[in-house]
């Protein structure tokens, strides 16, 4: 097992704990796979990162995202074990609830509480938004490249 892969959510940060209900797992077009989360994704599966682009992903303005099946979810998701690619997930499902939307907004945070049972309901914006950030740089998940990494990725400063 990669050191990547070693990672895992954010359980030590005491304003979020999944309840691994995969509300974050349903939509499509959101699960962006950055080019270093395609090389341990693939390798994961025991795929080229050209093998893996073909068979679960689909590009979209120059970036790869992980297809979605006919019943909305994320191709990886099974339905009550959860993610199927765990321990070697991109970043962005990594980094969820520390999005930046949250991290540097109130509001977007009071939304995201409504859609995500795992963030505490009672923590204040300016506590998540220090683990969160915390949480993000321990873990190396800030991202820099806008054109293949996911915005939610990249905090300004
Ligand atoms: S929406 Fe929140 S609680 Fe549900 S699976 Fe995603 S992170 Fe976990
Ligand atoms: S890769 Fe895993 S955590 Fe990410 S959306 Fe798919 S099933 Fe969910």
Redesign the pocket.
Known sequence: MSKDEQRVTPSEADVFDCRMC?H???GEG??VVSPKDLVR?AEHLSLTPEEFAARHGMWKDGKLF?RVGDDG??????QGS?????VA??D???A?PFFRGNVVDADSLELAKEFCPGIRHDVAHAEFARQGRAYLTENNLLASDPKTEARALILDD
């Open positions: 995969g974050c797992c349903l959101g699960i994704i992980i979810y994320c191709t990886f998701f099974v959860g993610c199927g690619v765990h997930k991109p962005i499902c990594r969820w």
